[in-house]
């Protein structure tokens, strides 16, 4: 019974949940500023300039300064390297001159020791040769006159040089040949042939060893000279050996005319080439410079 009871008894509906999300409210819009008013720019008031200066007027300045200083760099190098030269520079050069004593050569050639003469000029060449460049580079070749003047001296000394070497290189042989190169006719009269052979090569033996050394030089003439006094002394010697075998078809040899002592043609080159007058030209000139 208690279930028929419980059938009719109506069941309670469920009731709608109440919604617990509220809606979000609407963005709102922004509001345009207000725009203001342009105060008139009033005439007659002008701008305030930029402080400092701009770029391009800073770098003109600088390319000013550095213009100008190069200028004055460049006329103080042209006062020091294109003025003329002072009184204290020919004095300088007059000094240099001074100490190249050209006496010494004088001395070495008359020397009657030829490893003595040899040295002195090979000593005296060299002392000329720094002369000449010490001179070549002093500040007196600015003046033009002073400079030609050198230039003669300088072109005669140029001319002058490998002569002396050469008389140098010469000079011992040359003095060694008078001594050994002198054969006499009188030492092999009345002898047979075969001594009188044989005493002239001895006596000769000297002076065929002299020659076949000269014939080793550089310069062709005293080649030439050693070669022409070999064969003059070798056919010497055959005609004393005809006179003794009193066979007098055989002539006595000639030297040709136009051979002549190596040193003497060395010396004739130095006296042609006017060194002297050069010299004493330029000595005087800067002298006189130098005393001004």
């Known amino acids: 019974m208690d279930d028929k009871n419980n059938k009719n008894v109506p069941q309670p509906t469920a009731t709608s949940p109440v919604a617990t999300e509220q809606t979000a409210p609407a963005p709102s819009q922004p509001v345009p500023p207000v725009p203001q008013p342009q105060q008139p720019l009033q005439q007659g008031v002008p701008m305030q300039p930029k402080k400092g200066l701009s770029k391009g007027a800073l770098w003109g300045i600088i390319g000013g300064s550095i ?91 140029e001319k002058v040089r490998p002569n002396m070497l050469a008389i140098a290189n010469l000079i011992g042989d040359m003095k060694d040949f008078s001594k050994k190169c002198s054969p006499s006719y009188f ?52 005609f004393f050996v005809a006179r003794a075998n009193k066979d007098y078809s055989v002539q006595a040899p000639r030297l040709s005319s136009g051979r002549s002592n190596p040193l003497s043609n060395f010396a004739k080159k130095i006296q042609e080439s006017n060194l002297q007058k050069h010299e004493k030209d330029f000595v005087n000139l800067v002298k006189e410079k130098a005393e001004k």
């Open 187 to 238: 030492s092999y009269i009345g002898k047979p042939a075969d001594e009188v052979r044989k005493l002239y090569d001895e006596k000769m033996s000297g002076c065929y060893q002299l020659l076949d050394n000269i014939t080793k030089s550089e310069q062709k003439e005293v080649q030439d000279f050693g070669k022409q006094m070999k064969e003059y002394y070798k056919a010497l010697g055959d």
């Open 67 to 157: 213009g100008l200083i190069v200028i004055v760099v460049g006329i103080v190098l042209a006062v020091i390297f294109l003025g003329g030269p002072s009184k204290a520079d020919y004095q300088e050069a007059a000094k240099t001159l001074k100490e190249f004593d050209g006496n010494s050569l004088n001395s070495a050639l008359k020397s009657s020791n030829a490893d003595n003469a040899k040295k002195l000029i090979e000593e005296a060449v060299g002392r000329a040769d720094l002369m000449m460049k010490k001179l070549d580079s002093s500040k007196i070749m600015r003046d033009e006159e002073t400079k030609k003047s050198f230039g003669e001296y300088k072109t005669a000394y």
